[in-house]
Nanobody, 123 residues
Framework: QVQLVESGGGTVQAGGSLRLSCSASGITFSSANGGWFRQAPGKEREFVAGISRNYGVTGYSDSVKGRFTISGDSGKNTMYLQMNTLKPEDTAVYYC????????????????WGQGTQVTVSS
């Protein structure tokens, strides 16, 4: 059974930083592609960042490029999202995701989701 467990969310002031973690069991990030999505109240779930299997190629949405960094630790089978220079518009529930395909990330292509972790950025 595949489980993705996020941690590291919380409340931070604008300009601050947070690091989210996604610990996987039942699947390894060397066999699938990992990513992060977020969903703000009243909005659709949107892609934030992705990393190819074996922690190779990375990709980001334009809204977070240059501020967020996705990475992974194969020994811990864990994926991370380092978020710097946070803005109030980054407030959302952040979800860890795993898929087997390539190309543009779409929510319907995700094979497994984490339960989500809340990130709140105050102005």
């Amino acid at each position: 059974q595949v489980q993705l467990v996020e941690s590291g969310g919380g409340t931070v002031q604008a300009g601050g930083s947070l690091r989210l973690s996604c610990s996987a069991s039942g699947i390894t990030f060397s066999s699938a592609n990992g990513g992060w999505f977020r969903q703000a109240p009243g909005k659709e779930r949107e892609f934030v960042a992705g990393i190819s299997r074996n922690y190779g190629v990375t990709g980001y949405s334009d809204s977070v490029k240059g501020r967020f960094t996705i990475s992974g630790d194969s020994g811990k089978n864990t994926m991370y999202l380092q978020m710097n220079t946070l803005k109030p518009e980054d407030t959302a529930v952040y979800y860890c995701a795993v898929r087997y395909g390539y190309g543009k990330w779409n929510p319907q292509d995700v094979a497994y989701w984490g339960q989500g972790t809340q990130v709140t950025v105050s102005s």
